[in-house]
């Protein structure tokens, strides 16, 4: 690669040194997909208490807060993204007395929790959208979401071609209650799932009281789900072409990235920064490029993103310096820091992304410790520092996402990254919930008995122990917002950190010999170092002391 000695820097956004300490630029935040966590009631079904229980596993890993995914009141037509009430537990879950209890226990132990905030659309069962099938056409009930009369003679035809990003049309017909057809709602994901309109008031008024719901509860930050949409193009346009909506698309379409978004962070922000602490928001948003994603990243609006494009980003040095270039450009135009992320709970884990097997792992811990060693806040999805793969054979009777149903399959959906995580015992369900527990909402195949937190606890070789011992060291050798490229082989990235650290990326499929820069600190395979001269392995990373550190 081509020698680069010019710092790429991300400042404060005021420049104070207090700015600059904020936890949350170089956080590492674990995301917990509850239903698949830990099962504390026996129920095969992943709770309140199963989190409580098991913060230690997060607190020995070393993460800074942890971010749930929904837990509100929900019918589970999306795996909670569709909430029914966004002020109370479900009781699959627990109850509020239970989060109470588990916020406590995460403060604690030091762990600060961030909760998924669903803005876009609610659930059908909503008490609004109840109401809005309820009313009359053009009622104020109705004005809450998003229904138009329908095209056509009789408005046989949808307002307008938008797609559905689960497969089919983005609008269902309702049915007045004499039984005649009547208007079209919008439901950018399942019909289930209808859209807010977010022109109104009311929709305004009452997010930030649920806001303020929370933030008295003492929550530590805000996950914004499709941050991105909420608003939509005056007129609701036609798109003119079909395939349009796909769950993590960067298209310019007139449903995503509207610029009136920016008028209600900027509103939620003053409402957070009026709250003690520094309570922060992360958006999952989808843009066409670093420079719309850096609009969401202002001072005054939300504190970070996730960083898809890195997430997407093919296994080349080439592929992978690129999107870090662009991405800490783009943030630090506005202040920001920059996320890293590898897998979540809407995309094929990335041991399988990779290859799978034995290169897929391999891979995976490479890209662990090159993620870990960028400046900037890294997003660790459930069971990666297990090293788990996606899981491509679930019966299909037990499948739930709405993505594989409303395609009939031709989307495999999103429940293979989903399965319940192996915590002990040499037999699925792993320990997921309490003794006895025959089987959890989602089967774990029999090979994850050697993937176990307790078979990896004591492995130094294990990725478990990778993953813990470069959070410690991240602690030491992490801090601070400069990366400097340094002179390296063809396929090979290195870069060092203003702390000393130098991270070195083999990611071509040959050994590599190459002057060693100092002491090994970490590596993710064995790395031979003889007379000055380091042999590394086939897509591996290293972390070195620096000669100068």
Not at 148 to 165: A, F, I, Q
Not at 316 to 322: G, I, P, V
Not at 342 to 369: C, I, K, M, P
Not at 491 to 513: A, Q
Request: proline share 7%; aromatic share 10%.
């Amino acid at each position: 690669m081509p020698s680069d000695a010019t710092p790429l820097t991300q400042a404060g956004t005021t420049g104070a040194d207090a700015d600059r300490a904020a936890w949350w630029r170089d956080a590492v935040i674990y995301q917990v997909y509850i239903r698949s966590f830990a099962d504390s009631d026996g129920d095969g079904v992943g709770d309140m208490g199963g989190i409580r229980q098991r913060l230690p596993h997060l607190a020995d890993l070393g993460v800074d807060a942890v971010w749930i995914t929904p837990f509100y009141t929900s019918p589970m037509a999306d795996g909670g993204y569709d909430v029914a009430d966004y002020r109370d537990v479900d009781p699959l879950f627990g109850g509020l007395e239970d989060f109470d209890a588990m916020l406590a226990e995460a403060h604690r132990l030091g762990i600060k929790v961030i909760v998924d905030l669903v803005p876009n659309h609610t659930s059908d069962q909503h008490p609004w959208f109840v109401e809005a099938l309820a009313a009359e056409p053009g009622s104020p009930a109705r004005e809450r979401y998003i229904f138009r009369p329908g095209r056509g003679e009789n408005g046989e035809l949808p307002p307008n071609d938008w797609e559905s990003v689960f497969g089919g049309l983005a609008w269902t017909r309702t049915t007045n209650p004499d039984g005649t057809p009547g208007e079209w709602y919008l439901h950018l994901f399942a019909p289930e799932q209808p859209d807010l309109n977010w022109r109104n008031p009311a929709v305004r008024e009452e997010f930030a009281d649920i806001l303020r719901f929370w933030l008295d509860r003492g929550v530590d930050g805000f996950r914004v789900d499709v941050a991105h949409g909420m608003f939509k193009a005056e007129g609701l346009p036609d798109v003119g072409t079909t395939g349009q909506a796909e769950m993590l698309t960067t298209a310019v379409l007139p449903y995503w990235d509207q610029d009136e978004v920016h008028g209600v962070y900027r509103e939620w922000r003053a409402l957070l920064d009026s709250y003690p602490g520094e309570r922060i928001f992360v958006a999952e948003a989808w843009v066409p490029n670093a420079e719309r994603m850096a609009r969401y990243l202002r001072a005054d609006e939300l504190h970070q993103a996730f960083n898809f494009a890195y997430l997407h980003a093919e296994w080349s040095a080439e592929a992978l310096r690129a999107v870090i270039d662009d991405s800490l450009a783009a943030t630090a135009q506005v202040g920001a820091p920059t996320t890293w992320v590898l897998s979540n709970h809407d995309v094929v884990r990335h041991v399988t992304r990779y290859g799978g097997g034995e290169q897929g792992t391999r891979r995976a811990r490479a890209a662990a410790l090159l993620m870990l060693g960028l400046p900037g806040s890294a997003y660790v999805y459930q069971g990666e520092e297990l090293g788990l793969e996606e899981i491509q054979d679930l019966p299909v009777e037990l499948i739930e996402d709405p993505r594989y149903h409303r395609t009939n399959g031709e989307d495999p959906g999103r429940d293979g990254c989903r399965v319940p995580l192996p915590w002990s015992g040499t037999a699925a369900p792993f320990g997921f919930g309490p003794e006895g527990l025959e089987k959890a909402w989602l089967p774990a195949p029999a090979r994850w008995a050697a993937l176990t937190v307790e078979a990896q606890r004591e492995d130094p070789a294990s990725m478990l122990s990778l993953y813990r011992e470069a959070l410690r060291l991240r602690r030491q050798w992490g801090g601070g917002e400069l990366l400097n490229w340094l002179p390296s082989p063809e396929g090979v990235l290195t870069f060092s950190r203003e702390t000393g650290l130098e991270v070195t990326v083999n990611v071509t499929d040959k050994d590599v010999e190459l002057p060693a820069p100092g002491e090994v600190l970490l590596a993710s395979a064995p790395v031979e170092v003889t007379g000055g001269v380091a042999r590394i392995p086939a897509e591996t990373a290293v972390w070195w002391r620096g000669a100068g550190a």
